[in-house]
């Protein structure tokens, strides 16, 4: 997809020297510098649904079975 965007000249200089420190062409400079940005928001956002889940239900084990996890466990000296 071809997207024309405006930048500040400072950063345009800036991701003209990274694109040919790496090696890589701009486009793709800028094809991971938003993907990376957008992983970001995207974590955010698992994290917050993740939140909002355990939020709702009790995550606590059972007693019964957290005692036959713990009677299950080896016992070991640390």
């Known amino acids: ?3 024309a965007v405006s930048i500040p000249d400072d950063i345009f200089e ?3 020297y990274l694109a040919r420190k ?3 062409p701009r486009s793709q400079l800028y094809a991971d510098a938003i993907a ?3 992983g970001v928001y995207r974590s955010d ?3 917050e649904r993740l939140n909002a889940v355990y939020q ?3 995550s606590k084990l059972d007693a ?3 005692s036959a996890q ?3 466990l080896e016992i070991e000296d640390w």
């Open 1 to 3: 997809m071809k997207v």
């Open 14 to 16: 800036d991701a003209e």
């Open 22 to 24: 790496l090696g890589k």
């Open 36 to 38: 990376e940005y957008v």
């Open 45 to 47: 956002t698992i994290t």
């Open 56 to 58: 709702k239900d009790d």
């Open 64 to 66: 019964a079975l957290e």
């Open 70 to 72: 713990f009677q299950t």
